[in-house]
Structure formats: C-alpha cells, structure tokens
C-alpha cells in the first residue's frame, strides 16, 4: 500500500529518543517523610523538582559533548534519562543519605574518549560520608578506564526519618 508504513522497513530510533544522546546534565537531590514507601519516594521526587516526569533509570556513563547547566523545569510528563541513587527507610531516628557524582575529563577527547562517569550511592549515614564514598567510587572507576580526572561534580541530601522517610539525588541527563 503506497503512502503506508511498514515497520519492517523502518529504522530502530530514526526519529526516537534512542537516535538522540543527551548533551546536558544537572544534579539534584530531595527528602522525604510520609506514610507510605511509594509516597515517600514520589514526594522526595517532587522536593527535587523532578516530580512530574518519567524517569528512565539508566547506568553510568555520562554521554559524550556533555555541558553542566542549572537544574531547568522540565516538560510535564516527560520522559528523562536519570542515573540516581535512593533509599527508603521505616527505621525511626534513622539517617539515610543519598549522592551521586559525575566525573568529568580533564581532556574529554583524549585517546577519542568523550564520555565521563556517573557513579551514585545510598545508605543508612550522613550524607558527608556517603558523599565520600560515592566519589572515591567515581575515581576508582575513572582510574580503571584510565580516565583523568578534570573535576568532579557532586550532591548528596540526608534525612532523618520520623516515620516512613526517604532521600533521592540524581543526575538529570536532557538535551
């Protein structure tokens, strides 16, 4: 039939979000406290101001040309590419951390290299040493892909939890 699509014939992603690699990132963290774990993690999305899109968790590459922005509104609804750490706890009194850090070049075209590194990483503690670690798991990762180290972009949030309390930080990938 002449004018129709036959989707044998059609290229995965020519014109999806898989043709397309984000160039920018922002990083951005919330907390939470609520009734229920489902509630917690959505309300520590909305305190991020992440809160009404789809996230796509993906791993931990930081794509290539990529360019460090200010967090920005997003479109509603939308779909967005995140690497993120989290974690949901009904320990009361308990402090729970979240961070996550992107590793940048120092010459992101070395060796016809372009991409740097996401690492991210919950736990129960406070957020400086859950920071720590996810940076030194960063620059271990670095190191093993023989990547130098130009600077290292990072957040990290912490909350004491009352009843049912949450912690979310992620990097936002966006075009």
Known sequence: ????????????????????????????????????????????????????????????????????????????????????????????????????VCAVLVNPRQNGLINGLIMEYSAAGHKEEIEKIVRGMAEEGMRFRKYKIKEIHSIAIQHKVVNVGAVYAAVVLWW
Do not use: C, W
């Open 1 to 100: 039939m002449k004018g129709k699509k036959n989707a044998a014939n059609e290229v995965f992603g020519k014109n999806g979000i898989t043709a397309s690699i984000p160039d920018k990132f922002f990083l951005v963290a919330g907390h939470s406290e609520g009734s229920t774990k489902l509630n917690v993690f959505d309300k520590s999305l909305v305190d991020a101001e992440i809160g009404n899109t789809n996230i796509m968790k993906m791993s931990s590459i930081l794509p290539p040309a990529y360019e460090k922005i200010r967090p920005l509104k997003l479109p509603l609804g939308s779909l967005v590419p995140m690497a993120y750490a989290s974690k949901v706890s009904t320990q009361t009194d308990e402090i729970i951390s979240a961070a996550v």
